[in-house]
């Protein structure tokens, strides 16, 4: 089956539809608040640690949950645990817009709730990814991710754009309300769908939920190929990414341009990682998900260098949208790779370890936080890719199966 023969089927496919529908809300919602939460952070604050630190609050909760979310993965109908989350992101997202059109939001109401809607963001991979994979079965599977995969990177580009028009015409309380209203449609879509993915039997379900994650963790540290997949997913949360986070401060401070233009360059960025999903979803191939995986978040890291040198916001746009491109590999094969390496009774607990992964880049914001508050925001992009092409190499020499690489 080509992919694209694998992708036609899936878009006939009704209830890969409505998973994917609930990716498409989520994810507009999602970036769309974590945009104009950093432009009202650097506005109030004037600080590009304290923008940082909105997505470490974000992040925060995989770290501190991922693992845990993933067992009950395994555990639990993950349709309805998704639905119960959206809903309650929708409840966060109308109380912060309350709180913008009443004139009272402060920096710590949007801190406390960007905490709040990160506890929801950790269900993504361990519910959501997982129950794609189960509609799409083997055969469907690599289409089926990197088209959700690209979907995500399109939300990535149309949220922030629709964050920064928002935010400049009608305030943060317009892109809020915005937001709730996709929070509620992605529960509506959850709860009407059909139970997909397979729950495990009652005896699995008895088992004790901290041998179900001692079980995961021996699994991961005896497999070579599973624990490089982790660790490319810490250099590129650690050194990588967090660049994103820097986009409010330079737009503002350093190019001098509005909300609507910060929207732009963070949407750029956005729709490299959807033009570069595409092509993969059409011409990928098994053999090279690794070295996708790899060498998108190296070309990622280098990118993000040259960006930080483009003297105005159209170039710096146009590298952007490069920076984006190669992440795709990345961002593609993720949950592809996780998927394909986990045997089924555990892929909601190794998608668990995933999130995670993603968690420790809490210390990546951290670090790209300090890093512009004392040298500005373009040469801590710099100083921070530059740390993250050193521990990239290393995973890379070691990998056997990169190098020679076999179908999944």
């Given at each position: ?309 483009m003297p105005g916001p159209w170039l710096m746009g146009a590298v952007f949208l490069g920076v984006g491109f190669s992440g ?81």
């Amino acid at each position: 089956m080509t992919a694209t023969h694998g992708l036609g089927q899936l878009l006939r496919d009704p209830v890969y539809l409505r998973i994917w529908l609930v990716g498409v809300c989520g994810g507009i919602a999602r970036w769309l608040e974590l945009l104009v939460a950093g432009i009202f952070a650097v506005e109030m604050t004037g600080s590009p640690f304290l923008v940082a630190l909105l997505v470490v609050l974000r992040l925060a909760p995989m770290a501190i949950f991922g693992p845990l979310v993933g067992t009950f993965a395994d555990r639990l109908q993950p349709r309805l645990f998704l639905g119960a989350g959206q809903a309650v992101a929708c409840v966060i997202s109308t109380i912060v817009c309350l709180l913008f059109l009443s004139g009272t939001a402060q920096y710590w109401h949007v801190a406390v709730a960007t905490f709040a809607a990160g506890i929801i963001w950790t269900t993504e991979m361990p519910l959501r990814r997982r129950i794609v994979g189960d509609v799409a079965g083997r055969e469907r599977l690599a289409p089926a991710m990197s088209f959700d995969s690209a979907t995500n990177n399109a939300t990535r580009m149309v949220g922030p754009l629709i964050g920064g028009l928002l935010y400049q015409t009608i305030g943060a309380g317009g892109a809020f309300a915005l937001s709730a209203t996709l929070f509620a449609a992605a529960a509506v879509f959850l709860f009407g769908a059909p139970a997909t993915a397979a729950v495990v039997d009652a005896a699995a379900r008895s088992t004790k939920v901290l041998r179900d994650l001692r079980d995961a963790f021996a699994f991961a540290a005896g497999n070579k190929d599973v624990l490089r997949i982790f660790a490319v997913t810490i250099v590129f949360n650690l050194w990588a990414f967090p660049f994103v986070s820097m986009i409010p401060v330079i737009g503002r401070e350093e190019l001098g341009v509005g909300a609507g233009w910060i929207g732009v360059l963070a949407g750029l960025e956005g729709g490299g990682a959807f033009l570069g999903a595409l092509v993969i979803a059409v011409l990928g191939r098994p053999r090279q998900f690794r070295r996708l995986y790899v060498f998108g978040t190296l070309g990622y890291l280098i990118l993000i260098i040259v960006a930080s040198w483009m003297p105005g916001p159209w170039l710096m746009g146009a590298v952007f949208l490069g920076v984006g491109f190669s992440g795709a590999g990345f961002t593609t094969m993720q949950s592809v790779l996780v998927y394909t390496a986990a045997p089924p009774e555990m892929r909601g607990r190794l998608f668990g370890f995933m999130v995670l992964c993603i968690g420790t880049g809490i210390f990546g914001y951290v670090n790209i936080g300090l890093m512009a508050e004392w040298y500005g925001g373009t040469t801590a992009i710099r100083i921070v890719a530059a740390e993250g092409i050193v521990p990239l190499l290393l995973i890379a020499v070691g990998w056997r199966a990169l190098w020679r690489p076999a179908d999944y």
